[in-house]
Every structure is written in structure tokens, then in C-alpha cells.
Nanobody
Framework: QVQLVDSGGGLVQAGGSLRLSCAAS????????MGWFRQAPAKGREFVAA??????IYADSVKGRFTISRDNAKNTVYLQMNSLKPEDTALYYC????????????????WGQGTQVTVSS
């Protein structure tokens, strides 16, 4: 079992930055692939970024603006979000799976509770 707690969301103006954190506990942290997803009102859960031993992957909409990283010593994954846009407004979730990183939320059995990101224009 893996328990995930995400944090770091908030209200920011367009062009600003935020860093989300996802603290993991439970089963050994260094093995799982970790992903960030987001869900805006009346929309499905959307892939943002993921990281595993083979590297990291990003949605086209965030490439060049967002960076995913992990600190295994702290059992924490981060999502640095720069040049934020109003369309980035959503509830952001971190997720974990015991295999390579993928873009499908259905592949991830473990989820955080979500942290709200609101970008004003």
C-alpha cells in the first residue's frame, strides 16, 4: 500500500508559478512511477506529467512550463509549474503505480486527495 498526500496549491495570477508536493508513505517509495493529473469542473481527469526510473513524460499542454521531479530521501514528488495560464486551473492529484510511467489515470491504483490550483487572468 502507498499513501499519498498532495499539497501546494493556491491562487496565482497568470504568468506566476506554484510548486506542488506529493508526500508518499507506506510501501518502499523508490520503485513506483509517480504521476500528476488534473481535473477541471465538468471535465475528465487529465494527464499532466509522470516520472519513473526510465525518465519523465509530459502532456503537450504543459511541456516547457512544468517540471516533475522526485526526492527519494524525502519520499516526495514535486511539480514545478511556471508560466501558469487560466486554463491550468483545476484540482491536481498525484498518483502512483508499480511499473513504468503512463498517461492513463486508469493505470494508477494509488491517489492523493487533490490540491486546488486557481490561475486568475
Amino acid at each position: 500500500q502507498v499513501q499519498l498526500v498532495d499539497s501546494g496549491g493556491g491562487l496565482v495570477q497568470a504568468g506566476g508559478s506554484l510548486r506542488l508536493s506529493c508526500a508518499a508513505s507506506g510501501r518502499t517509495f523508490s520503485s513506483p512511477a509517480m504521476g500528476w493529473f488534473r481535473q477541471a469542473p465538468a471535465k475528465g481527469r487529465e494527464f499532466v506529467a509522470a516520472i519513473s526510473g526510465s525518465g519523465d513524460i509530459y502532456a503537450d499542454s504543459v511541456k516547457g512550463r512544468f517540471t516533475i521531479s522526485r526526492d527519494n530521501a524525502k519520499n516526495t514528488v514535486y511539480l514545478q509549474m511556471n508560466s501558469l495560464k487560466p486554463e491550468d486551473t483545476a484540482l491536481y492529484y498525484c498518483a502512483a503505480r508499480w511499473s513504468k510511467a503512463t498517461m492513463s489515470p486508469n493505470d494508477y491504483p494509488y491517489w492523493g486527495q487533490g490540491t486546488q490550483v486557481t490561475v486568475s487572468s
